[in-house]
Protein backbone atom coordinates (compact mmCIF):
# COMPACT_ATOMS: atom_id res chain seq x y z
CA UNK A 1 0.00 0.00 0.00
CA UNK A 2 0.99 3.10 -0.93
CA UNK A 3 0.69 7.02 0.58
CA UNK A 4 1.33 9.99 -0.05
CA UNK A 5 2.21 12.42 3.32
CA UNK A 6 2.68 16.29 1.85
CA UNK A 7 2.03 19.50 4.14
CA UNK A 8 2.87 23.42 3.92
CA UNK A 9 1.68 23.52 0.52
CA UNK A 10 0.27 27.19 1.38
CA UNK A 11 -2.10 27.58 -1.92
CA UNK A 12 -2.40 30.94 -2.77
CA UNK A 13 0.43 32.25 -1.26
CA UNK A 14 0.85 35.99 -2.73
CA UNK A 15 4.64 35.70 -3.21
CA UNK A 16 4.23 39.31 -2.76
CA UNK A 17 8.18 39.75 -3.94
CA UNK A 18 7.75 38.45 -7.34
CA UNK A 19 6.05 41.20 -10.07
CA UNK A 20 2.42 40.97 -9.96
CA UNK A 21 2.71 39.16 -13.44
CA UNK A 22 4.92 36.41 -12.21
CA UNK A 23 3.37 36.28 -8.82
CA UNK A 24 0.23 35.05 -10.72
CA UNK A 25 2.21 32.55 -12.84
CA UNK A 26 3.59 30.73 -9.30
CA UNK A 27 0.21 30.99 -8.45
CA UNK A 28 -0.65 28.89 -10.51
CA UNK A 29 2.46 26.47 -10.86
CA UNK A 30 1.82 25.76 -7.20
CA UNK A 31 -1.88 25.03 -8.15
CA UNK A 32 -0.86 22.87 -10.61
CA UNK A 33 2.10 21.07 -9.02
CA UNK A 34 -0.55 19.90 -6.53
CA UNK A 35 -2.54 18.64 -9.46
CA UNK A 36 0.59 16.72 -10.57
CA UNK A 37 1.09 15.21 -7.23
CA UNK A 38 -2.56 14.20 -7.18
CA UNK A 39 -1.92 12.50 -10.89
CA UNK A 40 1.12 10.62 -9.50
CA UNK A 41 -0.66 9.61 -6.64
CA UNK A 42 -3.62 8.17 -9.55
CA UNK A 43 -0.40 7.03 -11.43
CA UNK A 44 1.48 5.37 -8.73
CA UNK A 45 -1.64 3.52 -6.90
CA UNK A 46 -1.41 5.41 -4.00
CA UNK A 47 -4.52 4.72 -1.65
CA UNK A 48 -4.36 7.78 0.51
CA UNK A 49 -3.13 11.52 0.83
CA UNK A 50 -2.02 12.59 3.96
CA UNK A 51 -2.15 16.64 3.94
CA UNK A 52 -0.30 17.79 7.09
CA UNK A 53 -1.50 21.46 7.56
CA UNK A 54 -1.34 24.43 5.66
CA UNK A 55 -2.86 23.61 2.62
CA UNK A 56 -3.52 27.02 1.94
CA UNK A 57 -2.01 30.32 2.92
CA UNK A 58 -4.68 32.18 4.35
CA UNK A 59 -8.29 31.75 4.99
CA UNK A 60 -9.20 33.70 1.72
CA UNK A 61 -9.11 30.76 -0.78
CA UNK A 62 -9.31 32.19 -4.35
CA UNK A 63 -12.23 30.39 -5.91
CA UNK A 64 -10.02 28.96 -8.39
CA UNK A 65 -7.93 26.91 -5.73
CA UNK A 66 -11.04 25.90 -4.29
CA UNK A 67 -12.39 24.47 -7.07
CA UNK A 68 -9.05 22.85 -8.12
CA UNK A 69 -8.53 21.23 -4.20
CA UNK A 70 -12.46 20.09 -4.44
CA UNK A 71 -12.26 18.99 -7.94
CA UNK A 72 -9.08 17.04 -7.09
CA UNK A 73 -10.62 15.04 -4.20
CA UNK A 74 -13.96 14.57 -6.07
CA UNK A 75 -12.14 13.28 -8.64
CA UNK A 76 -10.61 10.63 -7.16
CA UNK A 77 -12.89 8.76 -4.90
CA UNK A 78 -10.25 5.92 -5.03
CA UNK A 79 -8.19 7.70 -2.81
CA UNK A 80 -8.71 9.30 0.71
CA UNK A 81 -7.31 12.22 1.77
CA UNK A 82 -6.46 13.12 5.11
CA UNK A 83 -6.53 16.81 5.71
CA UNK A 84 -5.34 17.93 8.69
CA UNK A 85 -6.09 22.04 9.12
CA UNK A 86 -2.80 23.84 10.13
CA UNK A 87 -1.97 27.03 11.58
CA UNK A 88 -2.57 28.66 8.16
CA UNK A 89 -5.80 27.19 7.43
CA UNK A 90 -9.25 27.66 8.44
CA UNK A 91 -10.97 25.16 6.17
CA UNK A 92 -12.52 27.84 4.51
CA UNK A 93 -12.67 25.49 1.12
CA UNK A 94 -15.50 23.31 3.35
CA UNK A 95 -17.46 25.33 4.36
CA UNK A 96 -19.70 26.10 0.75
CA UNK A 97 -18.97 22.20 0.14
CA UNK A 98 -21.94 21.27 -0.98
CA UNK A 99 -21.60 17.63 0.63
CA UNK A 100 -17.99 16.83 0.96
CA UNK A 101 -17.32 13.49 -0.76
CA UNK A 102 -16.75 10.40 1.79
CA UNK A 103 -13.12 10.02 1.04
CA UNK A 104 -11.82 13.84 2.31
CA UNK A 105 -11.06 12.97 6.04
CA UNK A 106 -10.93 15.21 8.63
CA UNK A 107 -9.56 15.86 12.00
CA UNK A 108 -10.46 17.51 14.99
CA UNK A 109 -9.94 18.78 18.37
CA UNK A 110 -9.24 15.07 19.82
CA UNK A 111 -7.82 12.24 18.24
CA UNK A 112 -9.60 10.73 15.36
CA UNK A 113 -8.63 7.54 13.67
CA UNK A 114 -9.31 5.78 10.01
CA UNK A 115 -8.47 2.47 9.13
CA UNK A 116 -6.88 2.45 5.87
CA UNK A 117 -6.30 -1.56 5.73
CA UNK A 118 -2.53 -2.04 5.61
CA UNK A 119 -2.54 1.30 8.38
CA UNK A 120 -4.54 3.40 10.86
CA UNK A 121 -4.28 7.00 10.22
CA UNK A 122 -4.51 8.37 13.56
CA UNK A 123 -4.87 12.69 14.16
CA UNK A 124 -5.77 15.63 15.77
CA UNK A 125 -5.81 19.31 15.48
CA UNK A 126 -3.70 20.60 17.98
CA UNK A 127 -5.59 23.87 19.69
CA UNK A 128 -3.34 24.36 22.71
CA UNK A 129 -3.98 21.54 25.10
CA UNK A 130 -0.99 19.44 24.13
CA UNK A 131 -0.88 17.56 27.59
CA UNK A 132 -4.45 16.11 27.40
CA UNK A 133 -4.25 15.18 23.81
CA UNK A 134 -1.12 13.20 23.99
CA UNK A 135 -2.16 11.44 27.00
CA UNK A 136 -5.09 10.79 25.39
CA UNK A 137 -3.01 8.87 22.44
CA UNK A 138 -4.24 5.37 22.51
CA UNK A 139 -3.23 3.45 19.36
CA UNK A 140 -3.41 -0.66 18.83
CA UNK A 141 0.69 -2.28 18.50
CA UNK A 142 -0.59 -4.52 16.96
CA UNK A 143 -1.49 -2.18 13.61
CA UNK A 144 0.84 -0.03 11.39
CA UNK A 145 0.18 3.44 13.17
CA UNK A 146 0.70 6.87 11.01
CA UNK A 147 0.05 9.66 13.17
CA UNK A 148 -0.76 13.14 11.65
CA UNK A 149 -0.14 16.25 13.46
CA UNK A 150 0.86 19.69 12.36
CA UNK A 151 3.45 21.80 14.88
CA UNK A 152 6.95 22.22 15.43
CA UNK A 153 8.57 19.38 17.00
CA UNK A 154 10.24 19.75 20.20
CA UNK A 155 12.07 17.78 23.05
CA UNK A 156 10.73 19.72 25.68
CA UNK A 157 7.49 21.04 27.63
CA UNK A 158 5.42 22.54 25.15
CA UNK A 159 5.90 26.60 24.94
CA UNK A 160 3.46 27.35 22.65
CA UNK A 161 0.29 25.13 21.15
CA UNK A 162 1.98 24.73 18.25
CA UNK A 163 4.85 22.39 20.24
CA UNK A 164 4.73 19.00 19.97
CA UNK A 165 6.99 17.54 22.84
CA UNK A 166 8.45 14.39 20.71
CA UNK A 167 9.13 12.57 24.43
CA UNK A 168 5.47 12.21 24.70
CA UNK A 169 5.04 10.15 21.40
CA UNK A 170 7.66 7.72 22.32
CA UNK A 171 6.69 4.03 22.89
CA UNK A 172 3.47 5.00 22.08
CA UNK A 173 3.25 2.37 19.11
CA UNK A 174 3.44 5.48 16.48
CA UNK A 175 5.08 3.68 13.02
CA UNK A 176 5.28 6.98 11.13
CA UNK A 177 4.77 10.56 12.69
CA UNK A 178 3.33 12.39 9.64
CA UNK A 179 4.08 15.88 10.56
CA UNK A 180 3.24 19.85 9.00
CA UNK A 181 4.51 22.72 9.82
CA UNK A 182 7.99 23.01 9.14
CA UNK A 183 8.94 23.84 5.31
CA UNK A 184 11.52 21.64 4.80
CA UNK A 185 11.80 17.87 4.53
CA UNK A 186 13.55 16.13 7.73
CA UNK A 187 13.04 13.30 8.91
CA UNK A 188 14.73 10.91 12.11
CA UNK A 189 13.97 8.53 14.64
CA UNK A 190 11.12 9.25 17.03
CA UNK A 191 11.99 5.57 19.19
CA UNK A 192 12.99 2.29 18.61
CA UNK A 193 10.08 1.62 16.51
CA UNK A 194 8.93 4.96 14.59
CA UNK A 195 10.23 7.88 12.86
CA UNK A 196 8.61 11.74 12.78
CA UNK A 197 9.16 13.32 9.43
CA UNK A 198 8.31 17.39 7.88
CA UNK A 199 7.60 16.54 4.19
CA UNK A 200 8.35 20.42 3.75
CA UNK A 201 6.28 22.59 0.96
CA UNK A 202 5.61 21.25 -2.54
CA UNK A 203 7.41 24.65 -4.26
CA UNK A 204 9.81 27.05 -2.68
CA UNK A 205 8.23 29.90 -2.45
CA UNK A 206 11.02 32.41 -1.51
CA UNK A 207 14.66 32.20 -1.06
CA UNK A 208 13.85 31.01 2.84
CA UNK A 209 12.72 28.13 0.62
CA UNK A 210 15.48 26.70 -1.20
CA UNK A 211 16.55 23.86 -3.06
CA UNK A 212 14.76 20.25 -3.56
CA UNK A 213 11.12 20.48 -2.08
CA UNK A 214 8.19 17.86 -2.65
CA UNK A 215 6.71 15.19 -0.57
CA UNK A 216 7.38 11.66 0.65
CA UNK A 217 5.95 8.37 -0.48
CA UNK A 218 5.14 5.97 2.15
CA UNK A 219 5.50 2.27 0.93
CA UNK A 220 3.79 -0.32 3.61
CA UNK A 221 4.34 -3.64 3.11
CA UNK A 222 3.61 -7.00 5.64
CA UNK A 223 3.43 -4.13 8.29
CA UNK A 224 7.13 -2.09 7.52
CA UNK A 225 6.76 1.34 6.28
CA UNK A 226 9.50 3.05 3.97
CA UNK A 227 9.54 6.28 3.12
CA UNK A 228 11.20 8.15 0.18
CA UNK A 229 11.43 11.89 -0.61
CA UNK A 230 10.19 12.74 -3.85
CA UNK A 231 11.85 16.15 -5.52
CA UNK A 232 8.61 17.35 -7.41
CA UNK A 233 8.42 21.08 -7.05
CA UNK A 234 7.84 22.91 -10.63
CA UNK A 235 10.68 25.15 -10.24
CA UNK A 236 13.65 25.90 -7.29
CA UNK A 237 14.78 28.83 -5.58
CA UNK A 238 18.30 29.23 -4.97
CA UNK A 239 20.73 31.87 -3.03
CA UNK A 240 24.27 31.93 -4.51
CA UNK A 241 26.81 33.68 -2.45
CA UNK A 242 29.78 35.14 -4.49
CA UNK A 243 33.04 36.36 -3.82
CA UNK A 244 33.63 39.31 -5.42
CA UNK A 245 36.92 40.20 -3.69
CA UNK A 246 39.09 41.85 -6.43
CA UNK A 247 37.14 41.91 -9.42
CA UNK A 248 37.14 45.64 -10.80
CA UNK A 249 34.75 46.25 -13.23
CA UNK A 250 30.35 45.25 -13.12
CA UNK A 251 31.72 42.97 -16.65
CA UNK A 252 34.25 41.37 -14.09
CA UNK A 253 31.77 40.61 -11.79
CA UNK A 254 29.12 39.47 -13.79
CA UNK A 255 31.30 37.09 -15.07
CA UNK A 256 32.17 35.84 -12.05
CA UNK A 257 28.15 35.58 -10.99
CA UNK A 258 27.61 33.38 -14.21
CA UNK A 259 30.88 31.38 -13.77
CA UNK A 260 28.88 30.47 -9.58
CA UNK A 261 25.85 30.05 -11.10
CA UNK A 262 27.20 27.42 -13.78
CA UNK A 263 24.72 24.71 -12.12
CA UNK A 264 21.54 26.42 -11.73
CA UNK A 265 19.23 25.79 -13.83
CA UNK A 266 17.33 28.82 -15.86
CA UNK A 267 13.84 28.35 -15.07
CA UNK A 268 15.33 29.04 -10.80
CA UNK A 269 14.56 31.72 -8.69
CA UNK A 270 17.65 33.43 -8.04
CA UNK A 271 19.33 35.48 -4.82
CA UNK A 272 22.60 36.69 -5.64
CA UNK A 273 24.64 37.42 -2.80
CA UNK A 274 27.77 39.40 -3.48
CA UNK A 275 30.56 39.39 -0.18
CA UNK A 276 34.34 39.96 0.11
CA UNK A 277 35.73 43.60 -0.36
CA UNK A 278 35.74 45.60 -3.34
CA UNK A 279 37.49 48.12 -4.39
CA UNK A 280 35.79 52.10 -3.65
CA UNK A 281 36.60 52.55 -7.60
CA UNK A 282 34.95 49.38 -8.79
CA UNK A 283 30.72 50.15 -9.51
CA UNK A 284 29.08 47.86 -8.32
CA UNK A 285 25.47 48.38 -9.52
CA UNK A 286 22.91 46.18 -8.03
CA UNK A 287 20.42 46.96 -10.16
CA UNK A 288 22.14 46.23 -13.49
CA UNK A 289 23.12 43.71 -12.50
CA UNK A 290 19.75 41.93 -12.05
CA UNK A 291 19.47 43.51 -15.39
CA UNK A 292 22.11 41.91 -17.21
CA UNK A 293 21.03 38.51 -15.90
CA UNK A 294 17.12 39.33 -15.92
CA UNK A 295 16.48 36.90 -19.09
CA UNK A 296 19.26 34.01 -17.71
CA UNK A 297 17.17 33.01 -14.69
CA UNK A 298 13.22 32.79 -14.04
CA UNK A 299 13.44 35.15 -11.45
CA UNK A 300 17.20 37.53 -10.03
CA UNK A 301 17.77 39.59 -7.42
CA UNK A 302 20.91 40.34 -5.84
CA UNK A 303 21.94 41.52 -2.27
CA UNK A 304 25.37 43.81 -1.73
CA UNK A 305 26.94 42.60 1.34
CA UNK A 306 30.70 43.34 0.28
CA UNK A 307 32.74 45.70 2.35
CA UNK A 308 34.65 48.50 0.78
CA UNK A 309 38.56 48.36 0.62
CA UNK A 310 40.09 51.65 0.38
CA UNK A 311 44.17 52.03 -0.63
CA UNK A 312 44.32 54.90 0.60
CA UNK A 313 48.00 55.24 0.23
CA UNK A 314 47.18 55.46 -4.08
CA UNK A 315 45.54 58.63 -3.50
CA UNK A 316 48.38 60.20 -0.66
CA UNK A 317 49.60 62.33 -3.03
CA UNK A 318 47.22 62.64 -5.87
CA UNK A 319 46.94 66.34 -6.78
CA UNK A 320 43.53 65.61 -8.49
CA UNK A 321 40.31 66.75 -6.80
CA UNK A 322 39.73 62.89 -6.34
CA UNK A 323 42.59 62.81 -4.27
CA UNK A 324 41.70 65.78 -2.16
CA UNK A 325 38.34 64.06 -1.44
CA UNK A 326 39.61 61.18 0.04
CA UNK A 327 42.15 62.96 1.78
CA UNK A 328 39.20 64.87 3.54
CA UNK A 329 37.24 62.32 3.99
CA UNK A 330 40.09 60.08 5.96
CA UNK A 331 40.79 62.93 7.65
CA UNK A 332 37.21 63.17 9.40
CA UNK A 333 37.32 61.78 13.17
CA UNK A 334 33.80 61.41 13.23
CA UNK A 335 33.24 59.00 10.72
CA UNK A 336 33.82 55.01 11.05
CA UNK A 337 36.20 53.50 8.67
CA UNK A 338 32.71 52.09 6.81
CA UNK A 339 30.78 55.02 6.63
CA UNK A 340 34.23 57.03 5.37
CA UNK A 341 34.48 54.07 2.36
CA UNK A 342 30.81 54.83 1.51
CA UNK A 343 30.77 58.38 1.59
CA UNK A 344 33.98 57.72 -0.68
CA UNK A 345 32.75 55.74 -2.78
CA UNK A 346 29.19 57.98 -3.31
CA UNK A 347 31.69 61.09 -3.81
CA UNK A 348 33.85 59.39 -6.25
CA UNK A 349 31.02 58.35 -8.53
CA UNK A 350 29.49 62.16 -8.32
CA UNK A 351 33.04 63.21 -9.39
CA UNK A 352 33.18 60.67 -12.32
CA UNK A 353 29.63 62.28 -13.74
CA UNK A 354 27.23 59.85 -12.24
CA UNK A 355 24.00 60.58 -10.76
CA UNK A 356 24.26 59.90 -7.02
CA UNK A 357 20.68 58.88 -5.42
CA UNK A 358 21.28 58.94 -1.34
MN1 LIG B 1 3.20 26.05 6.91
Known amino acids: MKIIHCADLHLDSPMR ?6 ARERRAELLNTFSRMIDFAEAE ?4 VIIAGDLFDTKNVSANAK ?20 NHDAGGFLSDWDGPPPNLRLFGDGWTSYDEGGA ?10 QQRLFD ?6 GRVNIVALHGQAVEAAPKTPEDIDLRRLRDRGIDYLALGHVHSYREDRLDGRGRWCYPGCLEGRGFDECGDRGFVLLNIENGLI ?3 FIPFARRRAEVLTVDVTGLGSPSEIEAEVRRAAGGVSGDSLVKLVLTGETDVECENDLAQLEKDLEGSFYFVKAADETR ?14 KGEFVRTVKAREDLSAEDKAAVIRCGMRALAGEEVGL
Not at 17 to 22: A, E, N
Request: glycine share 14%.
Open 136 to 141: SLALDP
Open 120 to 129: VITGAEMSGG
Open 67 to 86: KLVQGAVAGHPGINFYYLRG
Open 226 to 228: ESE
Open 17 to 22: FLSPDK
Open 45 to 48: GVSA
Open 308 to 321: LKIDYGRFERDASL
